[in-house]
């Protein structure tokens, strides 16, 4: 089988889904933009060949590695990134070189697109925030006036993490809104008071969830890009009946086949009209490959397995070889940014929590917006140990 895996060292942990494909006999076939030399030896020790291009961006240059690979190689039975930055350009790429084992190119709409997700939700019967494609500022009061009035939110259709999105309180903001919001496609929301949650997954070529998993956003990703919050996160030690029934379900209207999945909801902390009752789950979007930073690390510490195998044993055998493990635990993570200074030490830290924790290293730059410059990740007993661990970490002068 010949696996093309396209930037396979961002995040750094991504090598672990080469190494566990190479060990399942596939051949690993890199392409990105980083030297070769740079790339750490763990990835290099599980890529059969890599090929550096100029730039991603340059579709072309993409285009001539995969033709490269595909004459050396054979047929390319893969063609995957697990980055949301290049699912369109992945799905092209199967398209033009007839892969068939992922989604094709015009096919994504729905999965990149947040206006394309709403009727799967509806179709579905999944709640989900209505929204209104920004026009004109008259039909955008129009949609503001008869969903609930201010405060809503305005969002760019298609994007990663919450960059570039506004909460509007008055017409005052929807106003500068309009008139600062950079030219791309936006959608106006209904604004939905609630916590973050996703559904996390590894999915056969059946629709059939082999791996699920539950994370716990507080506080939203929004709120750290526009307010420069410290980021703190945990993995659950199960998923609750409600949002597995949910995920399920998007699983089929999304027709999600062969892919680990991040599946994002609302847990109403207001009752909203139309929507549900405190507690209830709300779909916010899809995104169609890992959750970010090291949450899937955070998955194997949290259920005691290894999620990258089964990902691979999805690819190579189309079922979960690995055995459920009964030892589950709760896994949290807790970032600190540079530029604030806090009431406990690196070693106060340390000497605490130092037999429980599993992660504790400085992230890369690109990172350091949303996940912190300094990462402590740890197991957690209940979810009251992993805010406390939380509020223990991130606690400021």
């Not at 979960?320 to 589950?328: A, C, E, V």
């Amino acid at each position: 089988m010949n696996f093309i895996f396209i930037s396979p060292y961002f995040p750094h942990t991504y090598w672990q889904f080469c190494n566990r494909l190479r060990r399942n006999g596939v051949n690993v076939l890199g392409i990105g933009d980083a030297s070769y030399d740079s790339l750490e030896q763990s990835l290099k020790e599980s890529l059969t060949e890599y090929y550096r291009v100029d730039s991603l961006e340059n579709y072309d240059e993409v285009y001539r590695a995969v033709a490269y690979f595909a004459f050396h190689y054979g047929k390319p039975d893969w063609l995957e990134s697990n980055n949301e930055y290049w699912l369109e350009q992945d799905a092209r790429l199967r398209t033009d070189f007839h892969i068939t084992t992922g989604i094709q190119a015009d096919e994504i709409s729905s999965w990149k697109h947040k206006s394309g997700m709403k009727p799967v939700y509806q179709k579905a019967k999944i709640p989900t925030a209505r929204c209104h494609a920004v026009s004109t500022i008259t039909a955008a009061r129009k949609f503001i006036r008869e969903n609930g009035g201010y405060p809503v939110i305005a969002k760019p259709d298609v994007g990663v993490g919450a960059s570039n999105t506004w909460k509007l309180e008055n017409d005052a903001d929807l106003s500068a809104f309009f008139q600062e919001k950079p030219e791309v496609p936006y959608l106006i929301e209904e604004f939905v008071e609630g916590d973050i949650f996703s559904y996390d997954a590894v999915v056969d070529s059946q629709c059939k969830p082999l791996f699920e998993s539950m994370t716990a956003w507080p506080p939203s990703i929004a709120d750290i890009v526009n307010h420069d919050l410290d980021l703190a996160y945990y993995v659950a030690a199960a998923v609750p009946a409600p949002l597995r029934k949910l995920g399920r379900a998007a699983l089929k209207a999304f027709n999600v086949r062969s892919r680990f999945v991040h599946l994002e909801f609302f847990r109403l902390t207001k009752a909203r009209k139309g929507l549900g009752e405190v507690g209830d789950y709300v779909a916010l979007e899809v995104n169609m490959r890992p959750a970010g930073g090291y949450t899937p690390d955070m998955m194997n510490f949290a259920h005691s397995t290894d999620v990258y195998q089964i990902w691979a044993d999805m690819v190579t055998a189309d079922q979960r070889l690995l055995p459920d493990s009964k030892d589950h635990h709760w896994c949290v993570y807790a970032g600190r940014k540079d530029w604030f200074e806090y009431v406990h030490t690196h070693e106060e830290i340390l000497e605490k929590y130092g037999s429980r924790i599993v992660m504790c290293e400085r992230m890369p730059e690109l990172m350091w917006a949303t996940m912190g410059n300094q990462m402590y990740t740890a197991h957690a007993a209940s979810e009251e140990d992993a805010l406390e661990f939380i509020r223990f970490i991130q606690e400021r002068r």
